[in-house]
T-cell receptor
Framework: NAGVTQTPKFRILKIGQSMTLQCTQD?????MYWYRQDPGMGLKLIYYSVGAGITDKGEVPNGYNVSRSTTEDFPLRLELAAPSQTSVYFCASSGPGLAGAPSYEQYFGPGTRLTVT | GESVGLHLPTLSVQEGDNSIINCAYS??????FIWYKQESGKGPQFIID?????DKRQGQRVTVLLNKTVKHLSLQIAATQPGDSAVYFC????????????FGTGTQLKVEL
């Protein structure tokens, strides 16, 4: 299993541009999450999903949108990029407690480093 | 709002010594707590978790202690190795409602040879 994959790894955007950060998981997890991590800080939840077709806002949703059309994919859309959205973005998933693992254990992707100038 | 915070931003230890990383949490309704390790340029990696009905849990070279009276969590790493150098985050959450986690700001662990 590849686990959680994210593309691209790096991206530079100009102010006002839009882009989609891709996230895919192959663990058949129901729950997926998007976080942002600013330098020297912890992770802040942007959006999350408990299953295909169901999404909800996290702590810092402004300026972002998500969709969940399949179990595997959870893309994050940035509209009208702003310098405040410069950050590292992590996607994560969690699911049923396979092999005794707790369902709340989140598995993270490698991240996308985004710079908006 | 509710938050999970850490006492020290940086911890330096000698190789072979034991490390103790502390965390304070404020949400008394949290029913599980997780420690993650994040190496430079990578995503967080699960280390160990503990449910709120426990006060101690041990893994391979790691032990997590939970003191609900003072809302304090600690991660102990035995015989710290250079590969343990990373940022460590505590997180808390409640079962249900998407199993969302609230993360602290992290502690940088530096292992000196």
């Amino acid at each position: 299993n590849a686990g959680v994959t994210q593309t691209p790894k790096f991206r530079i955007l100009k102010i006002g541009q839009s882009m989609t950060l891709q996230c895919t998981q192959d663990m058949n997890h129901n729950y997926m999450y998007w976080y942002r991590q600013d330098p020297g800080m912890g992770l802040k939840l942007i959006y999350y999903s408990v299953g295909a077709g169901i999404t909800d806002k996290g702590e810092v949703p402004n300026g972002y949108n998500v969709s969940r059309s399949t179990t595997e994919d959870f893309p994050l859309r940035l509209e009208l990029a702003a310098p405040s959205q410069t950050s590292v973005y992590f996607c994560a998933s969690s699911g049923p407690g396979l092999a005794g693992a707790p369902s709340y254990e989140q598995y993270f992707g490698p991240g996308t480093r985004l710079t908006v100038t | 709002g509710e938050s999970v915070g850490l006492h020290l931003p940086t911890l330096s230890v000698q190789e072979g010594d034991n490390s103790i990383i502390n965390c304070a949490y404020s949400n008394s309704a949290s029913d599980y707590f997780i420690w993650y390790k994040q190496e430079s340029g990578k995503g967080p990696q699960f280390i160990i978790d503990i449910r709120s009905n426990m006060d101690k849990r041990q893994g391979q070279r790691v032990t997590v202690l939970l003191n609900k009276t003072v809302k304090h969590l600690s991660l102990q790493i035995a015989a710290t190795q250079p590969g343990d150098s990373a940022v460590y985050f505590c997180a808390d959450g409640r079962t249900g409602g998407g199993n969302k986690l609230t993360f602290g700001t992290g502690t940088q662990l530096k292992v000196e040879l």
